[in-house]
């Protein structure tokens, strides 16, 4: 890579990535796509290939670039994840950055460090190839390529008719309030809450046992019409209540709550 091209590089490496983080969104989007699926990708073919290389046509860089440039979000996003970072918008762009960054450096410093060419008298320079489909390109160069065109294609329609179908997928849920004080009998009253509950898969029930795996209590959950349901429940306070929520005939529960005793 020149001097020149890495310059280029660099700079719109610098403003995309001021575009990511302070830009509206009509520039945020392209700026932060092109961060992710091109510049950092370009940035690593240009320091993996050999200098001078010339049987890496446009084919196999058209498949390199968005590659690596996914290879840099995957491998960042696990080593932020195992550094106890943030996947936070921010984290992703300087991982992109830094990475376009110094792979343009490692492809300059290849550049300036390639070998001299053998003197001697200049070759016959070869004619200027025209562009044919001939079967065996069409074998080589089109055919994957249309396939890995097809194959993206086919998964972006799968994962949107994916979300689109799981979109309204109902989460059931389980909590409870912070009990109250202490009563005379020594026991604390706690408002219990479950949403997301399908009539269809009921009767519910919720069992409140103890520490040591006695039954407290049991109660029958009866959902509103929108899958909702509170009530308050009575657990002892010295010791950890464990609150299970079952569904149908499920000898499991779905759901479970723990609330702690009161500490001394």
């Not at 995957?74 to 762009?93: E, H, K, P, Y």
């Amino acid at each position: 890579m020149k001097p020149v091209h890495a310059g280029v590089l660099a700079g719109l490496t610098v403003v995309a990535s001021l575009a990511v983080e302070f830009g509206p969104v009509a520039l945020s989007v392209p700026a932060g796509t092109a961060l992710a699926f091109v510049l950092p990708g370009y940035a690593l073919t240009e320091a993996i290939v050999r200098p001078g290389r010339r049987d890496i046509g446009v084919v196999e860089r058209s498949v390199l670039v968005p590659s690596l440039s996914l290879a840099v979000l995957v491998l960042g996003g696990l080593g932020l994840w195992s550094a106890g970072g943030n996947l936070s918008r921010t984290n992703w762009m300087l991982v992109c950055a830094v990475v376009t960054l110094g792979a343009a450096g490692v492809a300059v410093h290849r550049a300036r460090n390639a070998p001299a060419p053998a003197t001697g008298p200049a070759p016959k320079a070869p004619p200027a190839p025209r562009f044919a489909i001939t079967q065996e390109r069409l074998i080589r160069d089109i055919l994957p390529l249309t396939l890995a065109v097809l194959l993206v294609a086919a998964a972006g329609v799968w994962s949107f008719a994916d979300s689109v179908n799981t979109y309204d997928v109902r989460v059931t849920s389980l909590a409870a309030s912070t009990p109250g004080p202490v009563d005379a009998e020594g026991n604390r009253i706690t408002q219990v809450t479950a949403t997301g509950l399908e009539a269809a898969s009921g009767p519910y029930r919720m069992v409140l046992t103890g520490a040591t795996g006695q039954e407290l209590s049991k109660h029958d959950i009866a959902p509103s019409t929108d899958g909702d349901w509170a009530g308050r429940v009575t657990v002892p306070s010295d010791e950890r209540v464990t609150v299970n929520l079952f569904r149908g005939a499920e000898p499991q529960p779905f759901r479970t709550l723990i609330i702690a005793a009161v500490t001394p």
